[in-house]
């Protein structure tokens, strides 16, 4: 995770200096998506650096899009999303 959080500063353009950087993670369902950014906020620079995304062993623990800060210096944000599925189609 700290070389995640290098890439993204090393990476970070000065345009986004006023609004932050915002990303997004998105993925199959239970995958990891809400722990991956518990453990970045974890090892960031915030003052207060408890997990907020709710991660749990059941599907669907995320039930909607919420919006996390990562990073103060560069300001970052980490979009956390519900699990995404490839829709079935049944064919007649």
């Known amino acids: 995770m700290r070389k ?3 890439f993204l500063k090393e990476h970070y353009r000065l345009k986004y200096k006023q609004v932050g950087l915002w990303l997004m993670a998105c993925g199959t369902p239970n995958v990891g998506k ?3 950014i518990n453990q970045i906020r974890s090892i960031s ?3 207060k650096k408890t997990a907020t995304a709710k991660a ?3 599907v669907c623990t995320t039930r909607g ?3 996390f800060k990562i990073l103060n210096d560069p300001l970052m944000f980490l979009m956390d999303t519900p699990g995404v599925m490839i829709p079935s ?3 007649k």
Do not use: C, F, N, T
């Open 4 to 6: 995640v959080l290098g």
């Open 34 to 36: 809400s722990s991956i």
């Open 45 to 47: 620079d915030l003052e």
């Open 56 to 58: 749990g062993p059941a």
């Open 65 to 67: 899009v919420s919006g």
């Open 89 to 91: 189609v049944i064919p």
